[in-house]
């Protein structure tokens, strides 16, 4: 047998499993994928097909490449189209109608997949209105979601799945390219990353706020040895929670600091949680204000004595440590200014250069960007891994931040990636000059510059969060950023800011 029908089922299988990102959309009778390495199309008729195998029986091209992959395709489509939705499906869409971070995934997809007869709906009204057909029609799969949309066709080009992945490419070029140049730090010692294994203790407290109905659950990590007097928070991002990132917190409390993590509620595991199972909408744009003051109420009841009482930690010089939306929140208190205008301007172009999925989220601040500027004068460093950050912040106000920042940004990134969220904003705001600085981690993504709790390997950027933060902390360690000495055997670190 010649290679020739494997290739296509290949190209099939490709097809059939962007399904799985482009459900929000679809047709009534026709489902045609346009396949650009094959330069040809495959069209399935819905109209009658109630089952995998109808619908392998309704084209020639199917049954050929069921046929040449012993019955894989009739699996494929069974596990994708046939196999039962989850319960939750139709409350998460209903939870979700008319939220702009939902209508920000369906302009996505939009440029996918296109409805023959109907204009692009991003409020998502479509979907929700099909799913509870189909549901009520006893066919609650995708199929019978996509047999219950209005419309003419539905054509999936699977061209675009090119476009976006050469995008997110260039988007990642000057940072490679910026780490070819440059010089990685020399790894930390090993009993600097030795300390973190003790010298800490560890509590689960709560405290009230003003600013929501729930008090906030804060994990404290506290040094067993000799206290320096200083208090870091950390904020963890989207759908995330402070265990993430306590393996910061260990090293940073081994050293003598006083560490907080605050979960954040409205946008937390646990509010993932309940989106998924449909009791509740994705998180408002409201977050963007909640989360620093979440940071200010910590800072405000270690000031009182509230939390962390009889530890004689000061206040006035604060640091704030962040993971993407944590980090956004960390510049928010560190000065950085908000604003809507680039949002208001660029959030509806699915074709703009530098669109990325950070934009998703931050396309959905657009309500709540003018006030979203709640510098807190205590913060005094921050340090923000993978910030999403180029459509919320004015980059003029960099120089005016009262908070020194260490950006810190993974070659790798496909969530925020280096270029359009992290190269260019501080290429144009002048860091050396202003004291902020830039270090990019090569080969680092999303989600391996993590540290959470029970980790295997010592978290790759712990020292270096050490060192930024005792040097702008005042603090005398074995460790300093202008000293060196930070860096990661497995994932270098290079500053580039003098290269910018």
Same mark, same amino acid.
């Given at each position: 047998?010649?290679?020739?029908?494997?290739?296509r089922l290949?190209?099939?299988v490709?097809?059939?499993?962007?399904l799985?990102?482009?459900?929000?959309?679809?047709?009534?009778e026709?489902?045609?994928?346009?396949?650009?390495?094959?330069? &040809?199309?495959?069209s399935l008729? *819905?109209?009658?097909?109630t089952?995998?195998?109808q619908?392998?029986?309704?084209?020639?091209?199917l049954?050929?490449?069921?046929?040449?992959?012993?019955g894989?395709?009739?699996?494929l489509?069974e596990?994708l189209?046939?196999?039962?939705?989850p319960?939750e499906t139709?409350s998460?869409?209903?939870?979700s109608?008319?939220?702009?971070?939902f209508e920000?995934?369906?302009?996505?997809?939009?440029?996918?997949?296109e409805?023959?007869?109907?204009?692009?709906?991003t409020?998502?009204?479509m979907?929700?209105?099909?799913?509870?057909a189909?549901?009520r029609?006893?066919?609650?799969h995708?199929?019978?979601?996509l047999?219950?949309?209005?419309?003419?066709?539905?054509?999936?080009?699977l061209?675009?799945l090119?476009?976006?992945?050469?995008?997110?490419?260039?988007n990642?070029?000057?940072?490679?390219?910026?780490?070819?140049?440059?010089?990685a730090?020399?790894?930390?010692?090993?009993?600097?990353?030795?300390a973190?294994?003790?010298?800490w203790?560890r509590?689960?407290?709560?405290i009230?706020?003003?600013?929501?109905?729930?008090?906030?659950?804060v994990t404290?990590?506290?040094?067993t040895?000799?206290?320096n007097?200083?208090?870091?928070?950390?904020?963890?991002?989207?759908w995330?929670a402070?265990?993430s990132? &306590?393996?910061?917190?260990?090293?940073l409390?081994?050293?003598?600091y006083?560490?907080? *993590?605050p979960g954040?509620?409205g946008?937390?595991?646990?509010q993932?949680e309940s989106?998924?199972?449909?009791?509740?909408?994705?998180?408002?744009?409201?977050?963007?204000?909640?989360?620093?003051?979440?940071?200010?109420?910590?800072?405000?009841?270690?000031?009182?004595?509230s939390l962390?009482s009889?530890?004689?930690?000061?206040?006035d010089?604060v640091?704030?440590?962040?993971?993407?939306?944590?980090?956004?929140a960390?510049?928010?208190?560190?000065? *950085?200014?908000?604003?809507s205008?680039k949002?208001?301007?660029r959030?509806?172009d699915?074709?703009?250069?530098?669109?990325?999925?950070?934009w998703?989220?931050?396309?959905?601040?657009?309500k709540?960007?003018?006030?979203?500027s *709640?510098?807190?004068?205590?913060?005094?460093?921050?340090v923000?891994v993978?910030?999403?950050?180029?459509?919320?912040?004015?980059?003029?106000?960099g120089?005016?931040?009262?908070a020194?920042?260490?950006?810190?940004?993974?070659t790798?990134?496909?969530?925020?990636?280096?270029?359009? &969220?992290?190269?260019?904003?501080?290429?144009?705001?002048?860091?050396l000059?202003?004291?902020?600085r830039i270090?990019?981690?090569?080969?680092?993504?999303?989600?391996n510059l993590?540290a959470?709790?029970?980790?295997?390997?010592?978290?790759?950027?712990g020292?270096l969060?050490?060192?930024?933060?005792?040097?702008h902390l005042?603090?005398?360690?074995?460790?300093?950023f202008?000293?060196?000495?930070?860096?990661?055997?497995?994932?270098p670190?290079?500053?580039?800011?003098?290269?910018?």
């Amino acid at each position: 047998m010649t290679s020739f029908p494997c290739f296509r089922l290949r190209g099939l299988v490709a097809a059939l499993a962007s399904l799985l990102v482009a459900q929000p959309v679809a047709a009534v009778e026709r489902l045609t994928f346009t396949l650009p390495l094959l330069d &040809e199309s495959i069209s399935l008729d *819905l109209s009658q097909a109630t089952n995998a195998q109808q619908l392998i029986d309704s084209n020639p091209d199917l049954q050929e490449l069921d046929w040449a992959g012993d019955g894989s395709v009739q699996k494929l489509i069974e596990a994708l189209l046939t196999a039962p939705l989850p319960e939750e499906t139709s409350s998460i869409v209903r939870q979700s109608l008319g939220h702009p971070l939902f209508e920000q995934l369906l302009l996505t997809a939009s440029e996918l997949v296109e409805v023959k007869g109907l204009p692009v709906d991003t409020s998502g009204r479509m979907v929700s209105e099909a799913l509870a057909a189909a549901y009520r029609d006893d066919e609650p799969h995708l199929l019978g979601f996509l047999r219950h949309v209005p419309g003419d066709e539905l054509s999936i080009n699977l061209q675009e799945l090119a476009f976006y992945a050469k995008r997110l490419r260039s988007n990642q070029d000057d940072a490679r390219a910026l780490v070819q140049k440059g010089s990685a730090a020399e790894p930390v010692a090993s009993t600097i990353v030795a300390a973190a294994a003790s010298g800490w203790t560890r509590r689960q407290r709560s405290i009230a706020v003003n600013h929501r109905p729930q008090p906030l659950q804060v994990t404290v990590i506290s040094p067993t040895g000799l206290s320096n007097g200083r208090l870091v928070v950390i904020s963890h991002g989207l759908w995330d929670a402070p265990s993430s990132f &306590e393996g910061w917190a260990h090293l940073l409390a081994a050293h003598g600091y006083s560490v907080v *993590l605050p979960g954040h509620p409205g946008s937390d595991s646990k509010q993932q949680e309940s989106l998924l199972e449909g009791k509740q909408p994705p998180p408002a744009s409201e977050e963007l204000r909640l989360r620093p003051l979440d940071v200010t109420a910590v800072i405000d009841a270690v000031e009182t004595g509230s939390l962390l009482s009889g530890s004689s930690v000061q206040t006035d010089s604060v640091a704030v440590v962040g993971h993407s939306w944590g980090a956004t929140a960390a510049l928010q208190l560190g000065g *950085l200014q908000t604003t809507s205008r680039k949002l208001s301007s660029r959030c509806q172009d699915p074709r703009d250069p530098d669109r990325n999925l950070s934009w998703v989220l931050q396309c959905s601040w657009l309500k709540g960007a003018d006030q979203g500027s *709640l510098g807190d004068t205590r913060v005094r460093s921050v340090v923000v891994v993978s910030p999403p950050l180029r459509l919320l912040f004015d980059e003029s106000s960099g120089p005016s931040m009262h908070a020194k920042a260490l950006l810190v940004s993974g070659t790798r990134d496909w969530v925020v990636p280096s270029d359009p &969220e992290a190269v260019v904003p501080l290429r144009n705001g002048q860091p050396l000059a202003n004291g902020h600085r830039i270090v990019l981690a090569s080969g680092g993504d999303h989600f391996n510059l993590w540290a959470p709790v029970g980790a295997e390997q010592p978290p790759v950027l712990g020292p270096l969060i050490l060192a930024w933060i005792n040097d702008h902390l005042g603090i005398t360690d074995s460790l300093s950023f202008k000293g060196g000495g930070w860096g990661h055997q497995r994932v270098p670190l290079i500053d580039v800011t003098g290269q910018l």
